[in-house]
């Protein structure tokens, strides 16, 4: 009863409004009668849902801030579809065009859809990889697949698993079928990088061992409007690469030098190189120093060696 008379007095009061702003748009030679056609294009019971929504926004919301549905998708984070994993990714990395984080929607944006998958070919070719020589798969659990080129068909598969995907070929073993996957790894053919005189690659040195290091650790504080009291907390931001200390010779004093892409060739000493990590960042090549600040970090790496 009480949802009846509701509906009755929110469709009397939504009318009212449609009919009088019409009324005052036409006295006042508007040429928009969008509040009029509301009416004629959907039903009551539709209306006054909308309206007793708009009321519920307007008990945060001042009338001359009111806003229309644009406003709330950027001010309350867009829509929500729980079933479509927009802030799920995979890291692809290694030797590829440009080493980044991918959003699994976009590499199966259909993927409620019965039968949906991508061959691992066809991914890589999206992504520019044509010719490779291995390609890893990682899971969020731990697993690591490893697969030659020349034993992936085209049909093996990336497939919808929970929040993520997976991957399946009926050509392969079935404890390859590794589900969960965080991170793609390509292997390429090529060896651009020369680390210690030795012909290398990010991808292959990705496979051999990566670690993580925390930098630009900063100390926030917040007064609270609630009850006054001042919290702190620490804020920092994480890489994962590949240690210099686990690549080149650090137990002698000597200086390391690095190339850039352009040639420039900068050094380091092997104190601070102990705490040094090659890292792509957003597909740049970069070998973070955390005893340095960002500015002194050095992009697009292509030798590092002993001086």
Same mark, same amino acid.
């Given at each position: 009863?009480?949802?009846?008379?509701?509906?009755?007095?929110?469709?009397?009061?939504?009318?009212?409004?449609?009919?009088?702003?019409?009324?005052?748009?036409?006295?006042?030679?508007?040429?928009?009668?969008?509040?009029?056609?509301?009416?004629?294009?959907?039903?009551?019971?539709?209306?006054?849902?909308?309206?007793?929504?708009?009321?519920?926004?307007?008990?945060?919301?001042?009338?001359?801030?009111?806003?229309?549905?644009?406003?709330?998708?950027?001010?309350?984070?867009?829509?929500?579809?729980?079933?479509?994993p927009f802030y799920n990714w995979v890291l692809?990395?290694?030797?590829?065009?440009?080493?980044?984080?991918?959003?699994?929607?976009?590499?199966?944006?259909?993927?409620?859809?019965?039968?949906?998958?991508?061959?691992?070919?066809?991914?890589?070719?999206?992504?520019?990889?044509?010719?490779?020589?291995?390609? &890893?798969?990682?899971?969020?659990?731990?697993?690591?697949?490893?697969?030659?080129?020349?034993?992936?068909?085209?049909?093996?598969?990336?497939?919808?698993?929970?929040?993520?995907?997976?991957?399946?070929?009926?050509?392969?073993?079935?404890?390859?079928?590794?589900?969960?996957i965080r991170k793609i790894l390509v292997i390429?053919?090529?060896?651009?990088?020369?680390?210690?005189?030795?012909?290398?690659?990010?991808?292959?040195?990705?496979?051999?061992?990566?670690?993580?290091?925390?930098?630009?650790?900063?100390?926030?504080?917040?007064?609270?409007?609630?009850? &006054?009291?001042?919290?702190?907390?620490?804020?920092?931001?994480?890489?994962?690469?590949?240690?210099?200390?686990?690549?080149?010779?650090?137990?002698?004093?000597?200086?390391?030098?690095?190339?850039?892409?352009?040639?420039?060739k900068h050094q380091i000493s092997a104190e601070?190189?102990?705490?040094?990590?090659?890292?792509?960042?957003?597909?740049?090549?970069?070998?973070?120093?955390?005893?340095?600040?960002?500015?002194?970090?050095?992009?697009?790496?292509?030798?590092?060696?002993?001086?």
């Amino acid at each position: 009863m009480f949802q009846s008379s509701r509906f009755r007095y929110f469709s009397v009061v939504l009318i009212g409004v449609l009919l009088i702003g019409g009324g005052l748009g036409y006295l006042l030679g508007t040429q928009d009668h969008n509040p009029l056609m509301v009416v004629r294009h959907y039903p009551l019971e539709f209306l006054s849902l909308e309206a007793s929504t708009m009321v519920e926004c307007g008990e945060c919301h001042e009338s001359q801030d009111f806003h229309t549905c644009q406003t709330c998708h950027d001010d309350h984070g867009a829509i929500e579809l729980n079933e479509v994993p927009f802030y799920n990714w995979v890291l692809f990395s290694g030797d590829v065009p440009k080493p980044d984080f991918v959003e699994i929607n976009q590499i199966l944006p259909y993927r409620e859809q019965p039968n949906t998958m991508i061959s691992v070919l066809d991914f890589l070719r999206s992504q520019g990889v044509d010719d490779f020589e291995q390609v &890893g798969l990682f899971s969020d659990d731990g697993g690591v697949v490893l697969i030659e080129k020349s034993e992936l068909s085209e049909q093996a598969y990336l497939m919808p698993y929970k929040d993520g995907i997976r991957f399946a070929s009926e050509d392969l073993h079935v404890s390859t079928w590794i589900k969960g996957i965080r991170k793609i790894l390509v292997i390429g053919v090529e060896t651009p990088l020369m680390i210690a005189g030795q012909p290398t690659s990010l991808g292959r040195l990705m496979l051999a061992r990566t670690v993580k290091v925390s930098v630009e650790a900063a100390n926030v504080m917040l007064v609270s409007e609630t009850d &006054g009291k001042m919290r702190k907390a620490v804020t920092a931001q994480q890489f994962e690469g590949v240690a210099l200390a686990d690549i080149v010779n650090l137990h002698s004093a000597q200086p390391l030098h690095v190339v850039d892409v352009e040639g420039v060739k900068h050094q380091i000493s092997a104190e601070e190189a102990k705490t040094g990590l090659l890292v792509p960042i957003r597909g740049v090549l970069t070998l973070v120093l955390p005893e340095r600040g960002r500015s002194f970090w050095i992009e697009n790496v292509v030798e590092i060696g002993s001086s």
